[in-house]
Each structure stands twice: as structure tokens, then as C-alpha cells.
T-cell receptor, first 115, second 117 residues
């Protein structure tokens, strides 16, 4: 199938690290993405990783990619209450209905950060 | 740059009414998308336009039509609204294919919250 799977909820304490996991299906996906959605807002691109990389770090964010297992994770260090949001994983789909450039999104993981 | 803008922000319709959701982007992107977001369902692609002059169905096109008016604008029309179309609608754009390169990252508008009674 074409599903991108994520757990639906994650709860952490302020200051801890958060790890959000995702599994994808298409081994030919070129790029994998993490988006953040705050309440009442659209999706905001957080970071992405090219499929020939294992890891990408960007300030408090670390993305790990295990291409063999088709597993992607997003680690947020020193999680703050402002990180509370829904996080979506997405894989690029080379050809979707004959066109290029589309993304397949997971259902999102709701991260709750408790003070 | 405003990025991706959507109008209206909120709308309430009665069953059977029609309306058009507007979307515009100022990033000179080739590709544009319409999604709906429902609780527990994530984002589902309704229609997309890979480039000006083309449109294609996504995962859930029934009950909708689209128009790629020009490179900037991509509208979504509900001809006869049904309660099942109560949702949050997002428009997005991406650079798409440019020469030999494809850029996949999508940029989203703030959404239109539609209720059909």
C-alpha cells in the first residue's frame, strides 16, 4: 500500500527529548519531510532529508533515516511547551497518477508537552 | 512575499449550496494542490495541478472541481455541498518540475474551515 504510518499521540515533559517515528512504503522516495501544524494553522515545513543521507541535524532537530527498514524519526531536543503541535511525516512520490512532485502524508502525531 | 493565501477563512453552507474556495501563491511555483483535513484522517489530496493548464484527480476528488486560472491561482469548487464535505481545506504549492530538477517541498496556506449543515 501507499500508507505512511505514524503513532497518533506522544506526551513528554518540558526539557525532555521527544522522538516521533514514521514508517514509509516507497523505497524510491527521494526526499522525506517533517511538517509541523500548530492549532488552527496550516502545515509548516520543519526539515527534510535526502534519501542518500542517514542523519540530518538542524539546531534542536535531528532527523534519522533507516532506508533498509523504511523508518524515519524526528528527535526534538530540550522540548518546550511551544513545540506542542501535530507533526506530519511525508514521503515524496515520484509518480502519482502520472505526475511528479506529489507528497504522501502520514496521519500526524500529536505532541503534548507538559510543564 | 505573502506565500500561499486562501479565502475565505471560514464558511458555513447549507446542503446543496455551491461555493468556490480561492487560493493564490506568489512564489512562482509550478505545482498547486488542494487537500482536506479531517480528524483521524490526516491530509487527503483532492486535486492537484502539476503545471499551469493541467489538473488531475487526487485521492478524494468526488464532489469537487478545480480550475488552474493562471500560474498564481488554483480554485476549488463545490457544486452542491454535502455535510460530508465539512472539513478544513488546505491549498499548497511547490516548485515542482523545473528542467531536470524536481522540488517536492510544499508550502501551505492557512486553511479554510468549511461547515455544511
Amino acid at each position: 500500500g501507499e500508507d505512511v504510518e505514524q503513532s497518533l499521540f506522544l506526551s513528554v515533559r518540558e526539557g525532555d527529548s521527544s522522538v516521533i517515528n514514521c514508517t514509509y512504503t516507497d523505497s524510491s522516495s527521494t526526499y522525506l519531510y517533517w511538517y509541523k501544524q500548530e492549532p488552527g494553522a496550516g502545515l509548516q515545513l520543519l526539515t527534510y532529508i535526502f534519501s542518500n543521507m542517514d542523519m540530518k541535524q538542524d539546531q534542536r532537530l535531528t532527523v534519522l533515516l533507516n532506508k533498509k527498514d523504511k523508518h524515519l524519526s524526528l528527535r526534538i531536543a530540550d522540548t518546550q511547551t511551544g513545540d506542542s503541535a501535530i507533526y506530519f511525516c511525508a514521503e515524496s512520490k515520484g509518480n502519482y497518477g502520472g505526475s511528479q512532485g506529489n507528497l504522501i502524508f502520514g496521519k500526524g502525531t500529536k505532541l503534548s508537552v507538559k510543564p | 512575499n505573502a506565500g500561499v493565501t486562501q479565502t475565505p477563512k471560514f464558511q458555513v453552507l447549507k446542503t446543496g449550496q455551491s461555493m468556490t474556495l480561492q487560493c493564490a501563491q506568489d512564489m512562482n511555483h509550478n505545482s498547486m494542490y488542494w487537500y482536506r483535513q479531517d480528524p483521524g484522517m490526516g491530509l487527503r489530496l483532492i486535486y492537484y495541478s502539476a503545471s499551469e493548464g493541467t489538473t488531475d484527480k487526487g485521492e478524494v476528488p468526488n464532489g469537487y472541481n478545480v480550475s488552474r486560472l493562471n500560474k498564481r491561482e488554483f480554485s476549488l469548487r463545490l457544486e452542491s455541498a454535502a455535510p460530508s464535505q465539512t472539513s478544513v481545506y488546505f491549498c499548497a504549492s511547490s516548485e515542482g518540475a523545473r528542467g531536470l530538477r524536481i522540488s517536492y517541498e510544499q508550502y501551505f496556506g492557512p486553511g479554510t474551515r468549511l461547515t455544511v449543515t
